[in-house]
């Protein structure tokens, strides 16, 4: 059974930084396109970031410059290091293989 898991979230001050992580069990992530979309309150889900099993990575053009997507092959894992936080940043992250498999999502909440 695939199963991703995101950690990581939590409340901070604008300016800071968060590193989001999502393990993978059940399956080898470097199989997949892994990203990371984002679902602000009353929002539809957005993408933020991808990275390709050849390397390849895209991020949204709001975060570009900010935020890094990164894979640990040991951890099987997939991370997110976002810097320069603002408020438009708040949401629920989540985690995707592929966009077949999905996980239940981290808290992010940017407040000063």
């Known amino acids: 059974q695939v199963q991703l898991v995101e950690s990581g979230g939590g409340l901070v001050q604008p300016g800071e930084s968060l590193r989001l992580s999502c393990i993978v069990t059940?399956?080898?992530?470097?199989?997949?396109?892994m990203a990371w979309y984002r679902q602000a309150p009353g929002k539809q889900r957005t993408f933020v970031a991808s990275?390709?099993?050849?390397?390849?990575?895209d991020y949204a053009d709001t975060v570009k410059g900010r935020f890094t997507i990164s894979r640990d092959v040991v951890k099987n894992s997939v991370d997110l290091q976002m810097n320069s936080l603002n408020v438009d940043d708040t949401g629920v992250y989540y985690c995707?293989?592929?966009?077949?498999?999905w996980g239940r999502g981290t808290q992010v909440t940017v407040s000063s």
């Open positions: 990275k390709t099993n050849s390397g390849a990575t």
């Open positions: 059940g399956t080898n992530a470097n199989f997949y396109t």
């Open positions: 995707s293989a592929n966009s077949l498999f």
